[in-house]
């Protein structure tokens, strides 16, 4: 049974009428916050994953919108000495942080490199260092997904020159090694490489290991974080693959991952469904259209069926944003290779509703047919980018534009 815990320790409008006072104090630490991040320092501590789960997907949400709506939560400097100064738990309190800034605030370069700065530390931490910590999949999943959209993010940022001041131009030469393609691979490989993830899926074949029996948590008292970061790691790797356009490669990343099976992958619905959303893309890429129709076909299904219990999750607008892009590239697929006999009834009465009469003018291969398909594919293809940096010599030109031209069917 889930612990009740009381963010009310002042008064009910303690901690509002504080912040309205004194506006945005990133030393002041409310009594909330300072229950929250004992409570959560001790769950990380005792390894308890249901108690850590509740505060990370509700806890976490409740005091971001009642005290944090539009500003960053307490700077981790003035909540470290209520968590005995632990580093660790201090680099994911940092990770938390800079979410939270990303999806509620539009954050400076300084604050995109600093975040950056957060996840080499908290990544060399896991990868060479004894972590003795059992994580929910779902902050585990939240923390690849995350990083490879502030990648995604910075890369569209860098390439937006046209209104660059000096400043921020000589902070993205003076600091280039920042969100760099490489750097960001070669994390996402890493991880993969180090947890034995590949064997221990080939071992799972044979009866050997139980990882997907456990949704990949350790029940000897040992650590899921290694193993689940590797895992959820190969989907990284196929969505920033994605982005680059370099599907085979995408699809080869993800080979481990028998997706015809539930997996691990599926015990989370944000990876579940980004992870067949690049899945079927890339298929459709290559043009392989019935695989990539069977899949999109599955999962539009589950999420037609599923979606009513994700209403309360943070996940639930972006549940709904893929939704609707996979069902614009099963529109395309299906006027490429029309394969209804491959679309679950159900599934194939909503693509109709939303998208029947432009695939009834796809077909007809004129120039508004044409036009169709390039309408849907900008609304439902992922945000490409251009990995490399811009020209600072030349900081008038909006470099997004090109890396979206560059791709077509």
Request: proline letters at 3%; a negative charge; one cysteine or more.
């Amino acid at each position: 049974m889930a612990t009740n815990y009381d963010y009310e320790e002042a008064p009910a409008n303690y901690d509002e009428t504080h912040r309205q006072d004194l506006g945005y104090d990133p030393n002041f630490v409310p009594d909330s916050v300072k229950s929250f991040v004992g409570h959560l320092y001790r769950h990380i501590r005792e390894k308890n994953v249901y108690e850590i789960h509740q505060m990370y997907e509700i806890s976490f949400q409740t005091l971001s919108d009642r005290l944090f709506k539009d500003t960053p939560w307490p700077s981790v400097d003035a909540v470290a000495h209520y968590v005995d100064n632990d580093q660790v738990f201090c680099l994911l309190y940092r990770e938390m942080w800079f979410r939270h800034l990303y999806a509620r605030l539009s954050p400076t370069l300084k604050q995109r490199i600093d975040s950056w700065d957060n996840y080499c530390s908290l990544f060399q931490v896991v990868l060479h260092r004894v972590v003795n910590m059992q994580l929910p999949n779902q902050w585990l999943w939240d923390m690849v997904d995350e990083f490879v959209y502030q990648f995604q993010s910075f890369c569209q940022y860098r390439a937006k020159m046209k209104n660059k001041s000096e400043q921020e131009i000589a902070l993205l030469r003076q600091y280039d090694q920042a969100w760099n393609v490489y750097g960001v691979l070669n994390y996402l490989q890493a991880f993969v490489e180090k947890s034995n993830i590949m064997q221990i899926l080939e071992q799972e074949k044979e009866g050997l290991e139980q990882f997907t029996a456990t949704d990949g948590y350790d029940y000897s008292g040992g650590s899921n974080v290694l193993k689940v970061l590797g895992y959820f790691s190969m989907v990284g790797l196929l969505r920033v693959h994605c982005l680059l356009g370099d599907y085979q490669t995408g699809l080869k990343c993800l080979l481990p991952i028998d997706i015809s099976q539930q997996g691990v992958y599926t015990s989370v619905i944000g990876s579940h469904i980004t992870t067949i959303y690049h899945y079927g893309f890339a298929n459709l890429m290559l043009r392989r259209y019935v695989e990539a129709i069977r899949e999109f076909n599955k999962i539009l299904l589950y999420i037609y069926k599923t979606k009513q219990f994700h209403q309360k999750s943070p996940q639930y607008e972006q549940i709904l944003k893929k939704n609707e892009q996979m069902y614009a590239l099963l529109a395309i697929c299906l006027s490429l290779c029309p394969q209804v006999k491959l679309v679950e009834e159900t599934v194939n009465s909503q693509l109709r509703e939303k998208y029947g009469e432009k695939m009834a003018r796809m077909q007809r291969y004129d120039d508004e047919a044409f036009a169709i398909y390039d309408e849907l594919f900008s609304y439902a293809c992922p945000k490409f980018i251009t990995p490399s940096a811009p020209s600072f010599e030349e900081p008038l030109v909006n470099y997004n534009q090109t890396s979206v031209e560059a791709v077509s069917l």
